[in-house]
């Protein structure tokens, strides 16, 4: 059995120069591509669509918690950095994992129960919703005092209310988002076989009314 990581006096884990530059590097070409995204989306006004817009918050959302690993480690005193650098972990890091569950709950109400009107009905709500509750689970973890060194950065200390809020604002929605989307996309990929397979056999129209063009287009 290996030996656990060093921790210094800060709360800091050391995992070797090789394994911190090769999480700069994922970081760094993350954002890149979040870059990319949100620049092709100003770029080209035919892209600024619900579906895209969407992705879009998903890649402001992945740049700045990509960013927060690239400010390195905070050593006393820079008591304001780590702070700093919590609140975008925590914020940023809820609210990808939120958008990705809001792309995939928009799929299912597209494609599974028809619903077209979300563009209308649903994207205030999602900003509410997606940017709000992180917001509020930033302030739930100043107010336990449980911000600051974690492993490579600062972000929620690993003591045993660090830990429950982790669990809360982190890895429980994390796996939730997973299986949500794998659901999703499983019954899409169904769905999507299922209109092949009639395509092939010769039917005109799919059995819940067929897509017009128009439809396809809005979206």
Not at 156 to 161: E, K
Not at 189 to 218: C, N, Y
Request: hydrophobic fraction near 50%; charge should be neutral; glycine fraction near 8%.
């Amino acid at each position: 059995v290996s030996a656990p990581a060093p921790v210094d006096a800060d709360g800091f884990v050391s995992y070797g120069p090789g394994f911190e530059s090769l999480s700069r590097l994922s970081a760094s070409l993350s954002i890149a591509g979040c870059l990319v995204v949100i620049g092709a989306f100003v770029a080209f006004s035919q892209l600024r669509r619900f579906f895209a817009r969407l992705v879009v918050y998903l890649a402001i959302s992945d740049l700045w918690l990509c960013t927060s690993f690239l400010m390195g480690r905070s050593w006393a005193p820079h008591h304001t950095k780590c702070m700093v650098q919590s609140m975008l972990g925590i914020f940023f890091g809820l609210a990808s994992v939120m958008w990705t569950v809001a792309i995939a709950d928009s799929v299912r109400r597209v494609l599974l129960s028809r619903d077209l009107s979300l563009e209308d009905r649903f994207e205030g709500r999602l900003h509410l919703i997606c940017w709000g509750v992180p917001l509020f689970c930033v302030g739930m973890s100043f107010a336990a005092g449980v911000s600051g060194p974690a492993g490579l950065m600062c972000w929620i200390r690993n003591t045993a209310m660090g830990t429950m809020i982790r669990w809360t604002t982190f890895y429980i929605p994390l796996w939730v988002a997973i299986g949500y989307s794998v659901w999703v996309y499983w019954k899409v990929m169904d769905l999507m076989d299922r209109v092949l397979l009639q395509r092939l056999q010769g039917d005109q129209a799919f059995e819940s009314g067929a897509w017009s063009p128009e439809d396809i287009e809005r979206q």
